[in-house]
């Protein structure tokens, strides 16, 4: 499989997808293509039908968006999702809330892998989502135990939240314990830390 992807510093999208290949060893070459603003990302059109990153490339497969990637991958590897039905209906529910919302949040507080950390301001709707981020975050870690969203093993739930522990991380949007707790750990994987690596770089 190939992966194409953006730049690090930024591409939340791609890091979702990247991420979570990562974390559970699947093997794939991956391709970066610098993001290209000045004309209007033409080159991404060349693999994307979108123009957007991350494709994935699978022999006759070719897939653009990263929930569909991340499917696509769960079909073929075991554990990506949780195994008890209900608790996996939990983990579609919340990658999806979080695929579809989380607008303002998004729009205000872009990921960035090596912005020092300095608290800004943000608008009511901002503070809304992540208020909704630190009850989702709670809400699973009580419940499954942790330390990732849905117990021991990281998912795909886990990969669709992965920019926010950064933009909650950089920004400085919450103290709770539990987005606390959920940044330690996240940010101590080593797929995570050879991301940011790749990203100061």
Same mark, same amino acid.
């Given at each position: ?13 791609? @890091? ?12 794939f ?5 610098? @993001? ?8 991404? @059109?060349?693999? &994307? ?40 209906? %939990?983990?579609?529910?919340?990658? %999806? ?9 998004? &729009? ?13 301001? /943000? &608008?009511?709707?901002?503070r ?7 009850? /989702? ?7 499954y %135990?942790?330390? @990732? ?6 998912? /795909?739930a ?44």
């Amino acid at each position: 499989m190939k992966l194409m992807i953006g730049n690090k510093n930024y591409s939340s999208w791609s @890091f979702r997808a990247w991420l979570t290949l990562k974390v559970y060893e699947v093997p794939f070459e991956e391709e970066l293509r610098r @993001f290209d603003v000045e004309n209007n990302f033409a080159d991404y @059109f060349e693999f &994307s039908p979108t123009g957007k990153v991350p494709v994935l490339i699978d022999n006759e497969h070719r897939l653009w968006e990263s929930l569909a990637i991340l499917e696509h991958v769960a079909e073929q590897i075991p554990g990506l999702w949780p195994s008890d039905p209900r608790q996996r209906a %939990h983990a579609r529910s919340i990658a %999806h809330e979080m695929h579809a919302g989380f607008l303002a949040l998004k &729009s205000e507080c872009p990921m960035n892998m090596r912005r020092r950390v300095e608290r800004i301001s /943000i &608008s009511a709707a901002a503070r809304k989502d992540v208020h909704r981020v630190e009850s /989702i975050w709670a809400e699973c870690l009580e419940r499954y %135990h942790g330390p @990732f969203l849905f117990g021991s093993s990281f998912s /795909i739930a886990d990969g669709m939240f992965a920019p926010v522990v950064n933009r909650l991380q950089i920004y400085a949007l919450s103290e709770t314990p539990a987005v606390l707790r959920y940044t330690s750990t996240m940010t101590g994987l080593p797929a995570w830390k050879q991301w940011q690596q790749d990203a100061v770089a």
